[in-house]
């Protein structure tokens, strides 16, 4: 069974241009997160898909971060405009189940790097 | 909100047992997950517990109290491989996971 996959593994963007990051769920995962982790603190929540829709977006920093998971498979985190504090390791996962929040398994990361 | 305490770095020698501790403070608190993550990789799981308990799975056990807000990890028979760091991190329910700043574990031979 293939893991979690997460597309770049990095990138390097300058301040004020666009990226898209991507997650590959495990198969038949309804539920899938996003974390991000800037170097030196912890891991932080993002938000939680379920199937296509948002079930929790409290941890989104500002509206310059967009989420989304069309059809209820893969799904993309958009940073438009990049600034320098977006910097970090951006960490996909997936889960099944009413446990799902307790048994989460994560993707390799997204290393963003905003010069 | 939630927050979670647990030691910065904690050193064993292969073969031995360590244990690994986590205070939480929270709102809605549903249950507590551990995490290994090697060298900045993906972060793996390990053990939850949703109850009261010790939760076993094969060299790896947690545990938790609800009443004193605390659970651990112990980790038995380390092995070299074992040096990582490892996170406690708490659900307050269907979504959100709060993770501490993580443990580094550092096995000697």
């Known amino acids: 069974e293939a893991g979690v996959t997460q597309f770049p593994s990095h990138s390097v963007i300058e301040k004020g241009q666009t990226v898209t990051l991507r997650c590959d769920p495990i198969?038949?995962?309804?539920?899938l997160y996003w974390y991000r982790r800037v170097m030196g603190k912890e891991i932080k929540f993002l938000l939680h898909?379920?199937?296509?829709?948002?079930?929790?977006e409290s941890g989104m920093p500002n509206n310059r971060f967009l989420a989304e998971r069309t059809g209820g498979t893969y799904s993309t985190l958009k940073v438009q405009p990049a600034e320098l504090e977006d910097s970090g390791v951006y960490f996909c996962?997936?889960?099944?189940?009413?446990?799902?929040?307790?048994?989460?398994?994560f993707g390799p990361g997204t290393r963003l790097t905003v010069t | 909100g939630q927050s979670l305490e647990q030691p910065s770095e904690v050193t064993a020698v292969e073969g031995a047992i360590v244990q690994i501790n986590c205070t939480y403070q929270?709102?809605?608190?549903?249950?507590l997950s551990w995490y290994q993550q090697h060298d900045g990789g993906a972060p793996t799981f390990l053990s939850y517990?949703?109850?009261?308990g010790l939760e076993e799975t094969g060299r790896f056990s947690s545990f938790l109290s609800r009443s004193d807000s605390y659970g651990y990890l112990l980790l038995q028979e380390l092995q070299m491989k074992d040096s990582a760091s490892y996170f406690c991190?708490?659900?307050?329910?269907?979504?959100?996971?709060?993770f501490g700043k993580g443990t580094m574990l550092l096995v000697s031979p």
């Open positions: 898909f379920v199937k296509e829709s948002k079930q929790d």
């Open positions: 996962a997936s889960s099944q189940g009413r446990q799902g929040a307790l048994e989460q398994y």
């Open positions: 198969s038949g995962h309804d539920n």
């Open positions: 517990n949703a109850l009261d």
């Open positions: 991190a708490a659900s307050s329910g269907y979504s959100t996971l709060t």
């Open positions: 929270t709102s809605g608190f549903y249950g």
